[in-house]
């Protein structure tokens, strides 16, 4: 009798073993599953005392019409993101701040100021330049970055001045080569290619460590003139084909080196397109619950050239952006505000994901799934991101005043459903509002606000930038 009882209470045992050992895998799936749309591999591509920029990648590509990375910048006071190109195209937001950005159009050195909105396109292999010129204040920029150019997995710069590894592109010729095409000594060549910079962002005063581009600075106008123009001699003028997107060495060192009191804003400004600013364009749809805007190459035509859109939603406490599909596009986007709730649908209706999203967070909606974000109770929940179509977007929402059911609604809908029509349309025009919806509900779980939801809320996205991004964002 003792004996069975033991072997039974052994069974029990192992059984009870089994059975939690399956719970805690199928929560490890659930937990897995549950991020499958959240940008969480993330890197540390430039960091120096005076700056860093992070990259979110994406390498799960199975569901994506084309791959996108989302960058972030913050740069300190006083600092220079230096002269470079990218094998990639490169769409910056300011999100906080004031910048200078230099480029070149039509063989022509442009300039820019760049204040908190504004969009601007950098196309793949065009140099260009960033001065956080904002007195005091750090500057934030949320980037995308389409790889679709690149060389391999990520984008690849080319640093003009120097970088990573201290050199420029230029560093790695032989000095004949150098010699020949600067039309200058190999003594005074070595001065310039052997200096050390800082890394890609470096300061441009006195009050941190010289850098190189602090040294050129301190020159008086007449030198730098001088030797910016032994430095160009032997360059070759560009061929008529490249014209638009080729780089005037001359102008572009001159911008940099120059007076850093010239007035941007009255600098001549060419035929080349200005920046946009997403705060001042007029909302696309809004009402008592929220609204939303969406930016595409009709209305910037500088988004055409990498073919990217642009949005920003805000939805207010509670609300909901009811079930939609995007067919054009995939969206990736970051929370910049606030805390709620994500969920997206496969193509079979199953659940892909269902999680609660917050300051920082970066997902994405791969185009034709169903998704809809919904703001926790707590306060509002304010998200910008970028699609992968300049096309306008056309976002078809499958509930609400002015969804696809009420627009199809007859017969062969209720049959679809296996409901007679009167009932079906009982349904569907039981919601009055489109869009973005009241939600007596909100975001599940969130009507509590825990202690690491009340500090992003607190926050912000610029909170973020400045107590992580100088870290390692894990």
């Known amino acids: 009798m003792t004996k069975n009882i033991t072997t039974l209470l052994l069974l029990l045992l192992v059984g009870v073993t089994i059975t939690l050992c399956e719970d805690e ?39 994506l019409d084309r791959n996108m990375h989302i960058g972030l910048i913050n740069m300190e006071p006083r600092s220079l993101f230096i002269p470079q190109y990218l094998d990639s195209n490169f769409i910056i937001f300011v999100r906080r701040g004031d910048a200078k950005l230099g480029f070149i159009y039509g063989d022509e050195l442009e300039e820019r100021r760049l204040k908190t909105g504004d969009i601007y396109v950098i196309p793949a292999g065009s140099v260009f330049y960033l001065v956080n010129i904002g007195e005091g204040q750090r500057l934030h920029l949320i980037c995308s970055i389409d790889p679709s150019t690149s060389l391999g997995d990520t984008f690849q710069p080319f640093y003009i001045g120097g970088g990573d590894n201290s050199q420029s592109v230029l560093a ?86 120059g007076e850093e009191n010239k007035n941007i804003e009255n600098k001549d400004r060419g035929d080349s397109p200005d920046s946009y600013n997403l705060y001042d364009r007029k909302h696309d749809f809004k009402n008592g619950y929220g609204w939303s805007s969406a930016l595409d190459g009709d209305d910037y035509s500088l988004l055409k050239i990498p073919d990217i859109g642009v949005f920003h939603v805000n939805l207010t406490a509670g609300s909901m952006m009811v079930p939609h599909v995007n067919p054009r596009a995939t969206e990736y986007g970051i929370v910049l505000r606030g805390s709620g709730r994500i969920q997206i649908l496969f193509p079979n209706g199953s659940n892909a994901m ?52 009420k627009t199809i609604m007859g017969p062969e809908l209720a049959a679809g459903f296996g409901v007679r029509e009167d009932i079906m349309r009982d ?48």
Request: glycine content about 6%; proline content about 3%.
């Open 172 to 257: 790695g010729f032989e000095p004949v080569i150098l010699e020949t095409a600067f039309n200058e000594s190999r003594e005074k060549l070595e001065r310039i290619f052997s200096k050390k910079v800082d890394g890609p962002i470096v300061y441009i005063d006195d009050s941190h460590a010289p850098s190189l581009w602090t040294k050129f600075l301190q020159l008086k106008k007449e030198e730098k003139v001088q030797h910016l123009n032994k430095m160009v001699q032997g360059q070759e003028e560009n061929n008529e084909e490249k014209k638009q997107t080729s780089w005037s060495w001359r102008k572009l060192f001159q911008s940099v080196l």
């Open 25 to 63: 895998e199928r929560e490890k799936g659930s937990s897995s599953s549950n991020k499958l749309f959240l940008m969480q591999d993330s890197k540390s591509v430039v960091k120096t005392d005076a700056g860093e920029m992070r990259l979110f990648q994406n390498k799960d590509t199975e569901f």
């Open 427 to 474: 349904v569907v025009g039981a919601q009055h509002d489109a869009v973005i919806v009241s939600s007596t509900w909100a975001a599940p779980g969130t009507g509590g606000v825990r202690e690491e939801d009340a500090y992003v809320q607190s926050k912000g996205i610029i909170g973020i930038f400045d107590d992580i991004l100088m870290d390692d964002f894990e």
């Open 354 to 405: 269902d999680t609660e999203i917050k300051v920082g967070d970066i997902f994405y909606v791969p185009r034709y799934f169903p998704f809809c974000q919904i703001a926790s109770r707590n306060g509002a929940l304010e998200f910008f991101g970028f699609t992968t179509s300049s096309k306008k977007s056309n976002p078809q929402f499958l509930v609400g005043a002015a969804s696809l059911l």
